[in-house]
């Protein structure tokens, strides 16, 4: 559930009219992204081996940072392609459904529990859930920091606001 506030929330930011919008859209944004942190810790601890956990939060971290530099990268040749800012939040919802999707669709091999682990079979196929998990984490990640870098262009463009309004509303 915390994983969809983010997804569905964010296209609606194609809608807004009034820099209250913005503040409304990325509110909530904010507070999914709030819910749902613990709740991948948890799952990311329990799917791996206490010997793998430090490499696989590191993985988490590093396509965080990665969906960070692409997804702006995305966004920006959606936009030279002629996409309007508009349409380009309404497409964000495209890589927020496809990481949902595949959340859901491993969602059973992610909630089994921990058990001591005793032969190497077992500990790959926790790395075959984790990378399940890091992936579809990834990908929506991707499509959070892709857009979320061009409402300031969304803001200034289609609703004339100024660094300083745009401050107050970011």
């Known amino acids: 559930?915390?994983?969809?506030?983010?997804?569905?929330?964010?296209?609606?930011?194609?809608?807004?009219?009034a820099p209250v919008y913005v503040l409304m859209v990325r509110v909530v944004d904010r507070v999914g992204?709030?819910?749902?942190?613990?709740?991948?810790?948890?799952?990311?601890?329990?799917l791996v081996?206490?010997?793998?956990?430090?490499?696989a939060f590191g993985f988490h971290r590093a396509?965080?940072?990665?969906g960070a530099v692409v997804g702006p990268l995305v966004a920006t040749?959606?936009?030279?392609?002629g996409l309007s800012l508009r349409e380009v939040f309404f497409a964000s919802i495209v890589?927020?459904?496809i990481a949902l999707a595949v959340l859901l669709a491993n969602a059973r091999r992610m909630h089994v529990p921990v058990a001591p682990r005793a032969?190497?079979?077992?500990?790959?196929?926790?790395?075959?859930?984790?990378?399940?998990?890091?992936?579809?984490?990834?990908l929506r990640t991707l499509a959070q920091f892709g857009l979320m870098a061009i409402v300031p262009l969304y803001?200034?463009?289609?609703?004339?606001?100024?660094?300083?309004?745009?401050?107050?509303?970011?």
């Open 1 to 17: 559930f915390c994983y969809s506030i983010s997804s569905l929330v964010r296209p609606l930011m194609a809608f807004a009219v």
């Open 33 to 46: 992204k709030g819910l749902r942190s613990i709740p991948r810790d948890a799952m990311l601890t329990d």
């Open 49 to 55: 081996a206490p010997s793998e956990r430090g490499r």
């Open 63 to 66: 396509m965080d940072n990665l």
């Open 77 to 81: 040749a959606l936009l030279a392609g």
């Open 95 to 97: 890589p927020g459904a």
């Open 119 to 138: 032969t190497h079979t077992t500990a790959r196929s926790d790395v075959r859930g984790m990378i399940w998990l890091v992936a579809a984490v990834s």
């Open 155 to 170: 803001l200034t463009a289609e609703r004339g606001m100024s660094g300083r309004q745009q401050g107050l509303v970011i």
